[in-house]
């Protein structure tokens, strides 16, 4: 299943150790011809690859714990044809398989660049904490296109703002 990728149970123990803060940002462009988007990302971050197989821009603000987590992510359909109620079950059935609890707070349908999707977010109970989720899913006449923040409750707000300024400068190409 492709589409299961983004449901990773190492991921969700990783970011639970990646819990910091998202200070105002100044953001600059990121291109990479891999990538069928162009997005300004905040300044100072740091890219991370968590060998997930996972295609697209991972980064945390920090090199250490605690840090805010923002991933931008893709894959090619293949022919198939998800939708955001789908992979949404499969990202919701992947947390609680890891023994977390995950409860949604919040659905919309939101239109990222020229691409309308749908946001849910999340407060995820591990034993090792809580943090707090934004996840959209958008399906393109490609790609399946998965963008997530996860931080800790107290900085949330902020490092949520933070990340609606990279979603707005979402342009796909």
């Known amino acids: 299943m492709p589409f299961m990728k ?3 149970p190492a991921l969700l123990l990783t970011a639970l150790s990646l819990t910091g803060i998202a200070a105002a940002q100044t953001l600059v462009t990121y291109s990479d011809p891999k990538l069928p988007f162009t ?3 905040p300044q100072g971050w740091l890219g ?6 996972t295609s697209g821009v991972s980064i945390v603000s920090a ?70 989720m934004r996840v959209w899913y958008g399906v393109g006449a490609k790609n399946l296109y998965s963008f997530q923040l996860t931080d800790t409750p107290a900085r949330f707000a902020q490092a949520s703002a933070t990340f609606d300024k990279v979603l707005a400068s979402v342009k796909f190409k």
Do not use: W
């Open 63 to 132: 090199k250490a714990p605690p840090a805010t987590l923002m991933r931008l992510l893709f894959v090619d359909k293949a022919g198939g044809k998800p939708t955001p109620e789908g992979e949404f079950k499969k990202f919701e059935a992947g947390i609680k398989g890891t023994g977390a609890t995950v409860k949604q707070t919040a659905s919309r349908t939101m239109k990222i660049g020229a691409l309308s999707g749908v946001e849910r977010s999340y407060t995820l109970t591990h034993p090792k904490g809580q943090l707090k």
């Open 39 to 41: 997005v300004k990302l």
């Open 48 to 53: 991370v690859d968590f060998k997930d197989g």
């Open 6 to 8: 983004f449901a990773r």
